[in-house]
């Protein structure tokens, strides 16, 4: 039986259109090309000219021996510094583009968010009192550049994290220095003839790791709510039928938000709306694709079209004028899709070109006026539009839980907390918590293990934080709307109905995982569940994981102590002794271990142990099902029976 490429109706009908018009996606490309059998599982090292080397069959050494567990070693910790590498400078875009805006080279932007301003000062190092903003932004700026290139002996942004986890760091000797340079280090450790132990390469990989979680994207995040916005909750709308007939399509792509709020600001200008009359358009339509459109969705409630694999589809649909495309996660393949329709395909970073792509340089000097050129080209286009076919299939949805609005819907703004959330860990309300994030990946069904994950846990009362790729999965499925209270266990869905919230939260884009480290450190500070992350009963999730940056993410989330479970299949399978080095070897030294586990049931089955064992540890009380909200068999609202709720339940696709 084939595999099924899809469980989102609107991808499978958009497919079935890609193919009448004899057009290939990456769905066919993974049917025609099979993984290589050798690089897929760490087994490959192409690290110098002498090879690449396969270590295969008999052959367990290198020509210069290195080994099956160096090999598998030191592909995982390259792999993991290009993730942090992009999320990092990102990062560190952030911090220009807000060193522009403080010195007013940058006129299009504003310091939105002072008292998140006030905040990153503090941990920074900078001092607020008595400055005019623009001096507090300007010495921000710097001071988080410099945490790219310190000298110093770690990197200030680290102070985030609960004292336990930096004495631990401190103890292993894996506490960043300066992001850039773990990154670097981990480049020269990995080059031929240098470090040659696994476990001792890893352990570099995990401090390059932490410089990204909590240095290069959790400024990153900070200094985008300075300069945008902190997000609160925002209703939207998602999956492909948020495309328009009759309105100019823009869609933007990518993950720094500089570009795409200046959009945002663009489409909503009258002489641009009215030149998109002019066309004979309705007006003009904003949506996003991966965490661009996160982006904009947490601040500006732009709705979505799709995550990853969907972004070939959006222009088979025939009604995309302009998709402006940044930096990370955009395919080559969409200037192939676009010629056999009329779309144009605009790269913006001077860091992206893709060849037969129009360029339109991003500059954050002249920001909106280049928003504006990018809109232009797209109404310009509206008019060249030919057949087109916009699949029926949209979900509304509640996105725009930062950490803080977290911290003030469990209290309001004067006695905001993690109290409430901490409070019904310990009683057992909320069985504990899960992150659930990351990528889709061609060689397994578009979000079928995304929402398994997220509905059996949310099933078994473990609260749901989600970003990326992952929140848009539940998104287009509807779960983020308090509706899906419905799917939620007795306990969970009480609490979510008392605070009102769902019992999935977005929490952002990929950047934006450090909101939850942050969530992670309050908890684990609030008192109650120990004094560490490890302590806390929580697990991560990457069910269909494929870019480096998820696996940096992977990594950072177990140094910070949460043990992860990420999905598809293992890039580090050839080498038992790596396997044992990320798991029980880290679990050992981290508290945490890190898990390659295809089997998405598999893996929620051992997350629900794990967070019962760390509930026992903790002494708290027993997990039970049926304890809570059971009085009198009444739910407050229109809920189901628990035999309609079974047949409710999610059931996972059966691929074979
Ligand atoms: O940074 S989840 S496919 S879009 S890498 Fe990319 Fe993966 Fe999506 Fe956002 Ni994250």
Redesign the pocket.
Known sequence: MARRESIDPAVVETLAKARSDGVTTVFDRASLTAPCPIGHNGACCSNCFMGPCRLIGKTDVGLCGATKATVAARNLAREIASGAAAHSDHGRDMALALLAAAEGDAPDYEIKDERKLAKVAQYLNVAVDGRAKEEIAKDVALAALGNFTSTKKEVDAVGQAPPKRQEIWRRLGVSPRGIDREIVEVLHRTHVGNDQDAEHILTQALRCAIGDGWGGSMLGTDISDILFGTPGPVAARANLGVLSEDEVNIVVHG?EPTLSEMVVAAVNEPELVEYARSKGAKGINLVGI??TANEILMRQGVPVVG??LSQELAIVTGVVDAMVVDI??IMQALVGVAEHYHTKVITTSPKARITGATHVEFDEHRALEIAREIVRLGIDNFPNRKEARIPAYTNHLVAGFSHEYINYMQGGAYRGSFRPLNDSIMSGRIRGAAGV????NARVTQDDAHLYVVKELIKNDVLVVTT??NAIACAKEGLLTPEVMDLAGPGLREVCQTIGIPPVLHMG??VDNSRILTVLAQCATEGGLGEDISDLPVAGFAPE???E??LSIGAYFVASGVTTWMGVGSPVSNSDAVVNIITDVWKEKLGAAYYFEPDPEKAVKEALAHIDAKRRALKLEEYSPTRYATSAGYFPGDYLGSEEFERASYRRTQTA
């Open positions: 993950h991966c965490c995550n990853f990370q996660c994030v990351g990528c889709n990326g790729c884009s990929c994981w494929m870019s940056k998820a």
